[in-house]
């Protein structure tokens, strides 16, 4: 039994929808995890990516996953040996900068659910052919910004974003109130100083004001 492309893209939706900002963390140091998690979920930010970008962040996603509320996701997801690790990390679902068939099978396979990437029409237009139309889009800065995911989003209703890369409180509305995006990526609700500080309540009060964000309809 496998997951589908459907189901996949059902439950992102869902997860997506849980707060408008699902932070984008490198964590370097497993015993800041679970605190920084809970910080961040306290704050109303629930569903939390945790990039493959560390030695230690398979590690993290395991002592992040025992957080009540939380829902972990791995990012940086780019083998089908990513899954299988992050899978048996505990993560309960999947990001992807971009997409390739033996990424989305073994996601599938795992029963992963995968927020894959895409940065053009064209690859948006080949996952939603696979049964994908909840994407991330990413690097949605370098890639146009909200304009251009507006624009894309012209022709292509049917498929619904989560922008990533480059996304700041500065620019994060301008993403939000597009109607073909459900939430974005962020980094800044974690930034490496307070992480390294400890400091946990600077770090819920960011994730507060993100969880404030308004979103398009």
């Not at 490198?26 to 930010?45: I, K, M, N, Q, S």
């Not at 507006?150 to 409180?169: E, H, N, R, W």
Request: with cysteine.
């Amino acid at each position: 039994m496998s997951l589908t492309a459907k189901d996949a893209s059902i439950i992102i939706r869902e997860i997506c929808s849980l707060a408008p900002i699902v932070p984008v963390l490198v964590v370097h140091d497993v015993d800041t995890a679970r605190p920084l998690a809970e910080a961040l979920v306290a704050g109303g930010l629930p569903a939390l990516e945790v990039t493959l970008r560390t030695p230690a962040a398979l590690e993290v996603i395991s002592a992040m996953a025992e957080v009540l509320g939380g829902h972990l996701g791995a990012g940086t997801l780019v083998t089908p040996d990513d899954v299988r690790a992050a899978k048996a990390a505990g993560a309960t679902f999947g990001v992807s900068p971009g997409a390739t068939d033996a990424l989305l099978a073994a996601c599938e396979e795992e029963e992963l659910p995968l927020l894959p990437g895409a940065a053009t029409a064209t690859e948006a237009m080949r996952l939603l052919a696979q049964g994908y139309d909840m994407l991330k889009f990413f690097p949605a800065e370098a890639s146009g910004g909200a304009p251009a995911l507006k624009a894309i989003g012209a022709p292509l209703p049917q498929i619904t974003f989560c922008p990533t890369g480059g996304v700041s409180m500065t620019n994060a509305e301008s993403y939000l109130s597009l109607p073909n995006v459900l939430c974005a990526g962020g980094s800044w609700v974690a930034p490496a100083d307070l992480v390294e500080a400890k400091d946990w309540a600077a770090i819920e009060r960011l994730a507060r004001e993100a969880a404030g964000l308004g979103r398009g309809t």
